[in-house]
């Protein structure tokens, strides 16, 4: 008898040490969440200047044929525009086709696509400015077009002031 009174105290105290619903049942849980961008769009380049240098009248100096790479780090099909703000300087240039103080820039671009450049070192686009036109459409997740410039010099020069310009690459989805 008394071995069965100590049997029953001590449970006794472990139930009340060790509460059963405590024992078998969890408080807390944990849920992992992702979530992934469905159409996400973003470029780089590696080149982020070019100086012509000294240019004459009525020349045509170029980059060189896939002078600089455009990263494309888009999760998307994704189309690349181009445009420039214009000459500026001490007495800007007029942008636009080629005459006396007038200049443009041309570009050419690999992966063109049916609406943008016929391929590289063709100088076949004009870089509007004020406003943008296709480099490169439809370009391919994980293609990485090249691309060039050409400066379309003024027939003639009544000043000497060093004229500067910026160039945009701009891409949008597909």
Known sequence: MKKKVVSVLAVSLLLLVC???????????DVTVTATPGSFVGISCDQTSHDFGSITASSTPNTG?????????????IDIT???????????WT????????AQLNTSATNGGATGSSGAGLYDVTIPSGSSAMLCD??????????????????SFTHGYTQTTTVTLTAAAG
């Not at 509460?19 to 849980?29: E, F, G, H, R």
């Not at 181009?82 to 800007?92: F, K």
């Open 65 to 77: 044929t896939g002078w600089a790479t455009i990263t494309n780090s888009s999760s998307v099909l």
């Open 82 to 92: 181009i445009g420039c703000n214009g000459w500026s300087g001490t007495t800007a």
């Open 138 to 155: 439809g370009v391919a997740i994980g293609t990485n077009p090249a691309w060039e410039m050409q400066l379309a010099a003024p027939t």
């Open 19 to 29: 509460p059963v619903s405590q024992v078998l049942a969890d408080t807390t849980a």
């Open 95 to 102: 942008y636009g086709a080629a005459g006396a103080d007038t």
